[in-house]
């Protein structure tokens, strides 16, 4: 296996990562990885087996800084030879800064989602989810549930939690997106550009002017942030917040009810639901394109040289399928010991909104399947398109029906 793998690599079952992540797993867990879009021409690297992926993300010799890395993957626009230049991050950008640019910011946000914080918000969510399966009943039985509970439910609680109010909430949705495409056209992706910055400039100029009782609110009334920085750390939650747990709702009830004698486990043992999440997470993990990182010198990992400037890529899916870490790996065991999963990565850049995550799919899962106990798909499984070509893996649609 000397040949630089190639990403994206296909899936061959919709809730497995692709086979060939078992055999770089086994002979080569730290691989040389094509890089079609290099800084500075060289390949670089791709981690598969869970220890060296935590040890990379802890490793504060790996940068997150965004004019270091090079891609894995095309971009979704063509672009002439050498023309990839992209620029540091604007301020408040914190997801691709390193510390301590990164700690500032992340100080700042980490009180909004605490646990305690977090648990606050549990009568919130359950009056989104009442409310969107009131009207899915209503319009059924056949559904999507992915336009009609899994999308807008995430979206939004996210809004209310930042303070966004309801008639901006369907253009940053529709165009955050866009964003979130592997492929798009000038077009679509300039007028998804204009129009966030444009609605987001509107959210914070108003929040500035007058600040209510909501994240942003509270952010703009500390006085230590300027418009830009409130935009991009706006645009950084949303653009994290909304993509992946509407992913993971969606693509875990598909698992879900693909699994009946898990989900019959789960109804007759709610006390499982904690540990069913942390299963879900870890067996779907929808961040499929894992975590890039830039080296800054060189390091040393599973006996290969990564030389500094060299892009690393963490496959976090196939981290969860280690089996060094996970007995039978590929099999959905609700009741297994999850502890260690990376399916909200690792380190100081590990997900500030998993709390909120975790309580989005309590509630969201457990109103559904209240909700609808005889839920089932309305189409045949190889019928539902699943989502290889965007940012976060999930499914696009998800027919399902109650009668
Ligand atoms: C099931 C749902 C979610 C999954 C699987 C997920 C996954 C992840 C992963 C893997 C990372 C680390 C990426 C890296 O190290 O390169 C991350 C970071 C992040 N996530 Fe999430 N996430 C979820 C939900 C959310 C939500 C609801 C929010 C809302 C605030 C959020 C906001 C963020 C932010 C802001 C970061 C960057 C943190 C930093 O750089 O310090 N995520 N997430």
Known sequence: MSEPVQLPIKRGCPFDPPEQYKQLRQECPVSPLAMPVSLDGRDGWLVTRLEDAKTVLVDQRFSHRKELISLPIPPPLPMGEGEYKPGAAEPGAFITM??????????????????????????????????????????????????????????????????????????????????????????????????????????????????????????????????????????????????????????????????????????????????????????????????????????????????????IVVSLPSANRDPEKFPEPDSLDLGRSTQGHVAFGHGVHQCLGQHLARLTLRVGYRALFDRFPTLRLAVPAEEIPTREDMLHYGVHQLPVTWD
Not at 116 to 133: C, G, H
Not at 246 to 259: F, V
């Open 98 to 311: 390193d510390p301590p640019d990164h700690s500032r910011y992340r100080r700042m946000l980490a009180g909004h989602f605490t646990v305690r914080r977090i648990r606050e918000l549990e009568p919130v969510v359950e009056r989104i989810a009442a409310r969107l399966l009131d009207e899915m009943a209503a319009a059924g039985p056949v559904a999507d549930l992915v336009t009609a509970y899994a999308e807008p439910l995430p979206v939004e609680l996210m809004c209310e939690l930042v303070g966004i109010k309801p008639e901006h909430r369907e253009p940053l949705a529709k165009h955050l997106a866009v964003v979130s495409k592997m492929s798009y056209t000038v077009e679509e992706i300039t007028e998804a550009v204009i129009t966030l910055s444009s609605v987001l400039q509107t959210v914070v100029s108003e929040a500035v002017a007058n600040p209510g009782d909501d994240m942003l609110g509270s952010l703009a009334r500390t006085g230590e942030l300027d418009e830009k920085e409130l935009i991009n750390i706006t645009w950084a939650l949303l653009g994290g917040g909304f993509d992946t747990s509407g992913n993971m709702l969606a693509l875990g009830t598909w698992a879900l009810l693909e699994h009946p004698e898990q989900l019959a486990r789960l109804r007759a043992e709610p006390e499982l639901t904690d540990n069913a999440i942390e299963e879900l997470l870890r067996y779907l993990t929808v961040s499929h394109l894992g975590a890039s990182r830039a080296a800054l010198e060189d390091v040393e990992l599973g006996g290969k040289l990564i030389e500094a400037g060299q892009t």
